[in-house]
């Protein structure tokens, strides 16, 4: 099975800090994914990655940036945490064309 | 401009009886489609999928329909069970590699199993 880890399950920070949020994956996948979900508004994806050291920007990438210096670990940074960033996030990763694999994700609360 | 849309928030079925969920889609680069179930406190779970070169795709309860003409894809779950509430998403992508593989995603339906 699949096992894609997030570092931490809860974290609360305060505003303007950096924030890190690590995601682990054990199965080789190429491809790598973060998402936030939030009421109402669904999964929402910020970046992704289809390489080592390869990234793009998803649908709402601002304030956020990405990390990928090894295959098996994919790293979303917040550089100034701000209140609207409250929400939970969910990493994924799959291979090639294949479904992706989500880890139980962070509900991060900026205050 | 969303093009993945679940336009039901919620759907409420009886034990037993068949649950069906919705999906509409608009782009027509879309050629693979998902279905993922979410529990509180979860990460999504993948349930199945269908290409576009079928229309129909079954695994043991759940059966996914895909009208392509129609741009309506939908998820039938029998029988439904209680451990069957959660929130399901639809999802999709296109053709080709690299960016390709992104998925969007709809805004889900939570269905409810009333014992």
Redesign the interface.
Known sequence: DVK?TQSSRYLVKRTGEKVFLECVQDMDHE?M?W?RQDP??????IY?S?DVKMK?K?DIPEGYSVSREKKERFSLILESASTNQTSMY?C?S?L??G???????T?LSIL | DQQVKQNS?SLSVQEGRISILNCDYTNSMFD?F?W?KKYP??????LI?ISSIKDKNEDGRFTVFLNKSAKHLSLHIVPSQPGDSAVY?CAA?GRG???N????????TLLTVNP
């Not at chain 1, 109402?40 to 994806?45: A, F, K, N, Q």
């Not at chain 1, 479904?99 to 994700?105: I, K």
């Not at chain 2, 406190?41 to 993948?46: L, S």
């Open positions: 894609v491809n994914f998402y109402g508004l669904g999964l929402r994806l992704f289809y793009e998803g969910l994924a799959s090639g064309r479904p992706q694999h989500f880890g139980d994700g509900r | 928030p693979y998902l993922y406190a979860e990460g999504p779970t993948f999928s998403f992508s590699g690299g960016s593989y992104k998925l969007t995603f709809g805004k889900g």
